[in-house]
């Protein structure tokens, strides 16, 4: 991959396709422009745009057909799972759906993991979990606002799933974790969330260690329901009635 300035370069115009394609302004089947276009266009060398191609390929975004062009995938082709394709759905046409659908995702994932956790997680993980409650709690100590609690509660859900003692549930939950960045959060007075919300976080790893799956499940509620989570379901469209014989 390109270093330096290739790379931010690389980083820019990759930002900038993706948008486009989730957007819609290069269609499902559209060509993708080619390396000398896009070396045009954006006033990049060779190396930055061919591996801007293969990005987007990673991403699920296009398809190579070696010796023609990149075509777009269609969206249920997309990695939605990878932080550059959800940051720009998160910041599209579809935003409020994809930020309820994002909750109901996140907010299901780490239930499956606080239950597991009580059942199976080590000492070694749920004492990473304090030692996360308690950097939080030293980054809000003096903060006014509560702007980007997201990104600082990583390290907490790090250590929940890695508490779950399930290889490949981590590796999934994992691969989640940047919806707590990318999600926009309720969370705005750092005095709330020193008062209400740690607390509780400081209150679930302890439930975690008793083992009591149950209360476990019942805190993580509570303490979703306090950041604004959780409280969203799918808008889901009525099935059409199935035919009946006569």
Same mark, same amino acid.
């Given at each position: 991959?390109?270093?330096?300035?290739?790379?931010?370069?690389?980083?820019?115009?990759?930002?900038?396709?993706?948008?486009?394609i989730?957007?819609?302004?290069?269609e499902?089947?559209?060509?993708?422009p080619?390396?000398?276009?896009?070396?045009?266009v954006?006033?990049?060398?060779?190396?930055?745009?061919r591996?801007?191609v293969?990005?987007?390929?990673?991403?699920g975004l296009?398809?190579?057909?070696?010796?023609?062009g *990149?075509?777009?995938?269609?969206?249920?082709?997309?990695?939605?799972?990878?932080?550059?394709?959800?940051?720009?759905l998160?910041?599209?046409?579809?935003?409020? *759906?994809?930020?309820?659908e994002?909750?109901v995702?996140?907010?299901?994932?780490?239930?499956?993991?606080?239950?597991?956790?009580?059942?199976?997680?080590? =000492?070694?993980?749920i004492?990473?979990?304090?030692?996360?409650v308690?950097?939080?709690e030293?980054?809000?100590?003096?903060?006014?606002?509560?702007?980007?609690?997201?990104?600082?509660?990583?390290? =907490?859900?790090?250590?929940?799933?890695?508490?779950?003692?399930?290889?490949p549930?981590?590796?999934?939950?994992?691969?989640?974790?940047?919806?707590?960045s990318?999600?926009?959060?309720q969370?705005?007075d750092a *005095?709330?969330?020193?008062?209400?919300i740690?607390?509780?976080?400081?209150?679930?790893a302890?439930?975690?260690?008793?083992?009591?799956t149950?209360?476990?499940?019942?805190?993580?509620?509570?303490l979703?329901?306090?950041?604004?989570?959780?409280?969203e379901?799918?808008?889901?469209?009525?099935?059409?009635?199935?035919?009946?014989d006569?």
């Amino acid at each position: 991959m390109a270093t330096g300035r290739g790379s931010r370069l690389h980083r820019d115009v990759l930002d900038r396709l993706i948008a486009s394609i989730v957007a819609g302004s290069i269609e499902p089947g559209e060509m993708l422009p080619r390396e000398v276009d896009l070396m045009e266009v954006h006033d990049v060398s060779r190396g930055v745009a061919r591996e801007t191609v293969r990005a987007l390929e990673e991403r699920g975004l296009v398809s190579v057909k070696h010796g023609i062009g *990149a075509f777009v995938n269609t969206p249920d082709k997309w990695d939605t799972a990878h932080s550059d394709v959800l940051r720009a759905l998160i910041n599209g046409n579809e935003h409020a *759906a994809v930020v309820r659908e994002s909750d109901v995702c996140w907010s299901r994932l780490v239930e499956e993991a606080t239950e597991l956790a009580a059942r199976r997680g080590s =000492f070694r993980w749920i004492s990473r979990m304090r030692e996360a409650v308690a950097s939080m709690e030293g980054v809000y100590a003096s903060r006014s606002q509560a702007a980007g609690f997201g990104e600082v509660a990583v390290p =907490f859900y790090e250590a929940l799933f890695m508490a779950t003692e399930n290889r490949p549930f981590r590796g999934v939950a994992m691969r989640a974790l940047p919806l707590l960045s990318l999600m926009p959060s309720q969370l705005t007075d750092a *005095a709330y969330v020193r008062e209400k919300i740690l607390p509780e976080y400081r209150k679930l790893a302890s439930i975690i260690e008793s083992g009591d799956t149950k209360k476990a499940r019942n805190q993580l509620g509570d303490l979703l329901a306090l950041e604004g989570r959780g409280q969203e379901e799918y808008a889901v469209p009525a099935r059409e009635p199935l035919p009946i014989d006569p």
